[in-house]
């Protein structure tokens, strides 16, 4: 699977742009062409080629990509970037979904969140809404996550109540799987999941790029009595490697509003409440 570029070219071009913010672009391109030439990339990204030679360097150090004579291909991790280079992808579109998914939280909910980009956004608006503050020693919500970086967050919230599975984390996503992380489902029901995502569509269902992160995603759909998948306009229609579950697992899917109407009416056919932000 690959990603559309947003743009033909990056949004933001030239000395305003930090190192973290061109790194992120110039993968994105990587991403979706496979292969970039010093040249190319300098042109796309509005930078002179030493800066892009050195960029390619220190992404290759990282086994972000491969470097060639003359530029760089991509390796396949490029495809399941670190979350730390996914924030700046689709942020407004991915906050308008968090704050549309967090309407759906009820005082008092037992909820399931994996990890990701979206799914830490509906975290952060979950923990700052009003009237989820508990004035009482009960918590306003109980949070259950394999992901790190949200259980980090929510961890100085007196009123959230937050339950980490446990696990290896991931170090693409945070995201703790393995048998540590999905033993815990056995001992617990939640009341919602809500589930991010690489791809989804009518045809496939749920599905991310890694396959113990999916046992772990599974797994907390079939403890939930409802099922809300999140995922911007750029993974509807599209599906990765590992299932997750059936469309038909599905109750609510919250995405965006640069999905096309044909795919909005599939998911509606085969029974999916489509809330787009």
């Known amino acids: 699977m690959t990603f559309a570029p947003d743009a033909p070219s990056p949004a933001r071009k030239g000395a305003g742009v930090t190192r973290h913010e061109r790194w992120n672009a110039l993968l994105e391109l990587l991403a979706d062409a496979g292969r970039l030439t010093v040249e190319e990339a300098s042109r796309r990204m509005g930078v002179s080629a030493a800066t892009i030679r050195r960029d390619f360097d220190q992404l290759a150090q990282q086994q972000m990509l491969a470097r060639t004579r003359g530029g760089a291909v991509a390796q396949s991790v490029s495809y399941d970037l670190p979350l730390r280079y996914k924030a700046a992808r689709h942020a407004s579109e991915k ?39 508990a004035e009482g020693a009960t918590p306003a919500l ?13 961890a100085v ?16 996503s945070y995201e703790l799987t393995g048998p540590l992380a999905t033993g815990i489902f056995d001992q617990v029901t939640l009341d919602v999941a809500i589930i991010g995502v690489n791809g989804v569509d009518a045809r496939h269902g749920a599905t991310c790029h890694n396959e113990g992160e999916a046992d772990v995603n599974r797994l907390m ?31 609510v899917l919250v995405t965006d509003g640069t999905v096309p109407e044909a795919e909005v009416a599939a998911f509606t056919e085969a029974g999916v409440r489509v809330i787009t932000a």
């Open 95 to 133: 906050q308008r979904i968090a704050a549309a998914t967090a309407e759906l939280a009820r005082p008092g909910s037992i909820i399931g969140l994996n990890g990701g980009t979206t799914t830490s956004e509906v975290a952060r608006v979950l923990a700052t809404r009003a009237d989820l503050h």
């Open 157 to 172: 919230r007196p009123h959230v109540k937050i339950v980490l599975t446990g696990g290896v984390p991931r170090p693409q």
């Open 142 to 154: 109980t949070i259950v996550t394999n992901a790190l970086n949200i259980g980090n967050e929510l």
């Open 221 to 251: 759909a079939e403890r939930a009595e409802q099922v809300v998948v999140v995922a911007d306009g750029s993974k509807v229609g599209h599906r990765a490697f590992a299932r997750i579950c059936d469309v038909a697992d599905i109750d």
